[in-house]
């Protein structure tokens, strides 16, 4: 399985892939088709801030 690491991170943060497609404004369907396969890491970065802003909440 690719991208275990954020897959991970959004687990760990307690958060669902949804909410945070919703946070990158694209569907669930797209962000899941996004993580079959390695990202590149600047997509993992803006994932990861996404997961940050989301915490703050």
Same mark, same amino acid.
Do not use: D, G, P, Y
């Given at each position: 399985? /690719?991208?275990l690491d954020i897959r991970g991170e959004i687990r760990a943060a307690g958060?669902?892939?949804w909410k945070i497609a @919703? +946070?990158? @404004? !694209? /569907?669930e369907s797209?962000?899941?088709r996004k993580? $079959?396969?390695e990202l590149p890491e600047e @997509? &993992?970065? &803006?994932i $990861? +801030? !996404?997961i940050k802003e989301l915490a703050k909440k």
């Open positions: 399985m /690719s991208n958060f669902t892939q @919703e +946070a990158m @404004e !694209i /569907s797209v962000l899941c993580l $079959r396969h @997509e &993992k970065n &803006k $990861r +801030a !996404i």
